[in-house]
Structures are given as structure tokens and as C-alpha cells.
């Protein structure tokens, strides 16, 4: 059942053709003007209200249009080539991090975690969608010179109720504690600076709760990079 999503995608764009899920127009899964919107100029974001604890984030879209189709399609829809256009927007995020952590002595090899997904929607879904971005997001930041490597090492520690339709303060309570550091994770977490990586953020309460996790274990969290947000908001830089 999980392998059939990916197989049942394929076999839709084999026989309707395929078509970008930006504008619908047929061609390649996203079209050049739709990926353009996802090669803009990072801009820092906060969510409103924004939770206590939550690392300088940035992001490459507002979550709308073009990349929220491109996020849900590669996430739900299991459309992996998406997963190339937005390791890519990731990576200029993580760029954007770093560099407004540019007055910190040499930073290398920095450690690009996701927070833990849910193992029973991923089964569900026959893939867990950070990984793939994450890998992609890593190659694209190794190509320009930055060591970067994927490293999952969060878990969730226990179940958590479904975030939809809680307000921020409620997601946030319903979140903190959730995760903890896999085993050995410390050793890796000390030595190597990271960055929070996610797709989207809505409330900030996940990002937060990937913070908190990594600080416990004595984690460098210089930021949280994100593919897009869902409220443009510019906060000043510090
Ligand atoms: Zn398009």
C-alpha cells in the first residue's frame, strides 16, 4: 500500500500527461517561472504571535501559491522530483542563517536537522519528505563550498494530538517535551554547529520544540531554515 502512491503518480502523469502544480499548465512538474518563486532572496520571518525560544528563521516564500503547492504535492502527492526545487530554496535559507551568523568564528560542517516526523504518517504517506529535501539541500549546499550533511537525530519521545486546529499557545503545550535526541546524538551534536530545517513553518511551535530538544543535548543551534512561512513577516536582524 505505501509503495502505490509513488507508482499510482507516476501512472497518472504517464496517461493525463504531467502538468506544474504552480499554474497547472502541462510541462514539467514545476515550470521555470513557477520554480523562479522559489529562488527568491531569503527574507527573515517570525510568526505572530511568536513562541519563546525560537531561533532567527528565514525563509525563501510566503507559504501560498507556488510553494505551497510544490510543498504539498511532493509531501502528499509524492512528487520526489519537487524534492530538487526545494532542497534548493532550503539551502538558500541555510545560506541566509549563516550568514547572519557571520561574525561567529569559523563555522564548519554544519549539521542540517529536521524535526522528527511522525512515523505513522510517513508510513502512510511511503516517505518521509524532509529526508529527501535535506539531501538535496545538503548536496546543493556542499556544491557551494559550505560542509553541510542531513542528520536526523530527533525522535519523538511520545505521541502528540494533530496540531490542526489548535491555536499557537495550544500547539506549543501539546509539543513541549514531544522530542528528544537519538542515541550517540550528543557526541555529533557538540562537535558541529546546526541548523533546524523544515519545509514550513506555521505557529514556530515545531522549530521550537527542535531547539529546545538540541540545546538540551548541548547543540550550537545557529537558526531555523525553512522552504516558506506562513506569514511574511520581516523582523530586523539579532
Ligand atoms: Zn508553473
Do not use: W
Not at 37 to 54: H, K, N, Q, S, Y
Not at 216 to 233: C, I, P, S
Amino acid at each position: 500500500m505505501d509503495r502505490l502512491v509513488p507508482l499510482v503518480t507516476a501512472s497518472m502523469d504517464l496517461v493525463l500527461g504531467s502538468s506544474c502544480v504552480g499554474c497547472q499548465r502541462p510541462g514539467p512538474v514545476l515550470c521555470l517561472p513557477c520554480a523562479s518563486e522559489l529562488e527568491a532572496v531569503p527574507f527573515p520571518t517570525r510568526p505572530d504571535p511568536c513562541p519563546d525560544g525560537l531561533p532567527s528563521s528565514f525563509a525563501v516564500a510566503e507559504y501560498a501559491g507556488v510553494a505551497k503547492a510544490a510543498i504539498l504535492a511532493h509531501k502528499e502527492q509524492a512528487r520526489y522530483s519537487l524534492a530538487k526545487p526545494l532542497g534548493r530554496a532550503l539551502a538558500l535559507s541555510v545560506f541566509a542563517v549563516l550568514a547572519a551568523c557571520a561574525d561567529r568564528p569559523a563555522l564548519t560542517g554544519v549539521l542540517l536537522v529536521p524535526p522528527p516526523g511522525n512515523p505513522a504518517t510517513a508510513r502512510e504517506r511511503g516517505h518521509e519528505p524532509m529526508t529527501r529535501v535535506g539531501r538535496v539541500c545538503a548536496g546543493s549546499l556542499r556544491a557551494s563550498g559550505i560542509a553541510a550533511d542531513p542528520a536526523e537525530l530527533l525522535v519523538r519521545r511520545r505521541s502528540v494530538a494533530d496540531q490542526a486546529g489548535l491555536s499557537s499557545q495550544q500547539r506549543f503545550a501539546n509539543l513541549h517535551g514531544a522530542y528528544g535526541s537519538r542515541r550517540g546524538a550528543g557526541r555529533r551534536l557538540a562537535q558541529r554547529p546546526v541548523v533546524v530545517v523544515d519545509d514550513v513553518m506555521t505557529t514556530g511551535s515545531t522549530a521550537v520544540e527542535a531547539a529546545r530538544a538540541l540545546r538540551a543535548v548541548g547543540a550550537d543551534v545557529l537558526g531555523v531554515a525553512l522552504v516558506a512561512a506562513t506569514r511574511r513577516r520581516s523582523a530586523p536582524r539579532g
